[in-house]
Structures are given as structure tokens and as C-alpha cells.
């Protein structure tokens, strides 16, 4: 009977951890797809009848969406989707600009045809989503035209953390921060990036990059600033 007991018990851990997993992604996902907005009271019960799911795991999830600073938890009023702050913004940024400066000659070194290809065809997808302005969509294709750059440098380590920082900037960054002359800017700016990769110059994809996210930093500073000064006013 121990026996028994003892394999058992792992199977219905791992069943467990798989809700919990499903949870927190299908709720990362809603966030994503602003089914769930920055500052929006998440009600436990509601979620879980959405999800098709038992309440235990939701809430795992959630704590294990707090934790990550997805949602944020007030005692006596619940949870509730995070909203992104200047502090936040700034700190994210500043990892992020060292991060990929970092890793920037080791992807030049070893960039290969193939690899600029791969690169090309990312820049190429989002260049096309931003012809349509599909807030959520570009945004995304943002972050995986970077990734890919990343991809390149065999550091796993680095390239998981800026997932996570990316994650943390994009599901709680509001499509409408991208307006139509940032979109352009950006489409140059990466265009350059590209350029530069092509013609394996350190120099000037650092350059090109960090003036890349310096831009998207004060991108999204000054609007988070404007929303704010908004939401006073009309208070």
C-alpha cells in the first residue's frame, strides 16, 4: 500500500502543476489579448466559469501571476491586472538596454547567412502587421523580431531574460501607445538594425539599438505620463 501511495502521489502532483500551468497561460493570454486590461478587477469565480476551469488552480495561477508582477493582489479587495509605471518602465528598460548591448557583438560574430535570413523575415512580418495597426499583434512581433536577434547569441540565460522583461513591458503596455509615427520610426529604426547586422558593424548596431530603446522608453514614459495627467483631470 505505501508503495502505491508513493507513486501515486506524483501523478497527482503532475496533474496538479499541468491545471495550474494551463491556468496561468490561458489567463497570460487573456492579458495578452486585453480581454483583461491594466487596473481591471479580476473576479476568481468569473474566471474560472471563462476558463472552463476549477477555482483551485486560478488561484495558484494568480499567485503565480503576482509574483511576476502580471497581477497585483490588495488585501480585502482582491486581485487585479497590474498597470505598468514609470518606475517599472524605466527599470525595464535599463535591463533591457543592457542586456542587448551585451549580447550584440557575440550575435555579429556569429550571425550567418541563414541566420540574417531569419532576422529579415521577422523585421518583414512585423513591417507588414504595421500597414494594418493591429495593436496586440504588433506589439508581439516586436518582441520576436528582437528575440531572434537574441536567438543568435547561444546565450540561453540572457535570451530568457528578456523574454521575461518583454513579457512584463508587452502584456501590460496598451496598443494605443503605439501611434502611427512611432510605428514608422520604428520600422526605420529596425530597418537600420538590420543593415548593420548585415554588414557585421558592431559599432553601429549598438548605436542603432540603443538609440532603439532609448526611444521606447520615452515612448512609453511620456505616455503613461499623459494617461496619468488625464485620469487627474478628469477626477
Not at 176 to 188: C, H, P, Q, S, V
Request: hydrophobic share 40%; glycine share 4%; charged share 25%.
Amino acid at each position: 500500500m505505501a508503495k502505491n501511495q508513493k507513486t501515486a502521489s506524483p501523478k497527482g502532483g503532475n496533474r496538479r502543476g499541468l491545471a495550474i500551468e494551463d491556468a496561468y497561460q490561458k489567463v497570460k493570454k487573456m492579458i495578452y489579448l486585453n480581454q483583461l486590461a491594466p487596473g481591471q478587477k479580476i473576479i476568481s469565480n468569473d474566471l474560472a466559469k471563462r476558463l472552463d476551469i476549477s477555482i483551485t488552480p486560478v488561484i495558484q495561477a494568480l499567485n503565480r501571476l503576482e509574483a511576476s508582477n502580471f497581477v497585483s493582489y490588495v488585501p480585502n479587495k482582491g486581485y487585479f491586472v497590474s498597470e505598468i509605471t514609470e518606475e517599472d518602465a524605466r527599470q525595464l528598460y535599463m535591463a533591457r538596454e543592457a542586456l542587448e548591448l551585451y549580447i550584440i557583438p557575440t550575435v555579429v560574430e556569429n550571425i550567418s547567412a541563414k541566420n540574417f535570413d531569419e532576422i529579415k523575415q521577422a523585421f518583414s512580418l512585423q513591417r507588414a502587421e504595421a500597414q494594418n495597426l493591429v495593436g496586440r499583434r504588433l506589439i508581439l512581433l516586436d518582441a520576436q523580431f528582437h528575440m531572434k536577434i537574441a536567438s543568435f547569441s547561444g546565450n540561453d540565460i540572457i535570451c530568457h531574460m528578456l523574454q521575461d522583461i518583454f513579457e512584463k513591458l508587452y502584456l501590460r503596455y496598451q496598443p494605443e501607445y503605439f501611434g502611427t509615427n512611432r510605428l514608422k520610426e520604428i520600422a526605420e529604426e529596425h530597418r537600420a538594425l538590420l543593415e548593420a547586422l548585415r554588414r557585421r558593424d558592431v559599432e553601429e548596431a549598438l548605436a542603432v539599438t540603443r538609440q532603439h530603446i532609448s526611444k521606447g522608453m520615452i515612448r512609453l514614459i511620456q505616455s503613461l505620463s499623459a494617461e496619468q495627467q488625464t485620469e487627474l483631470y478628469l477626477n
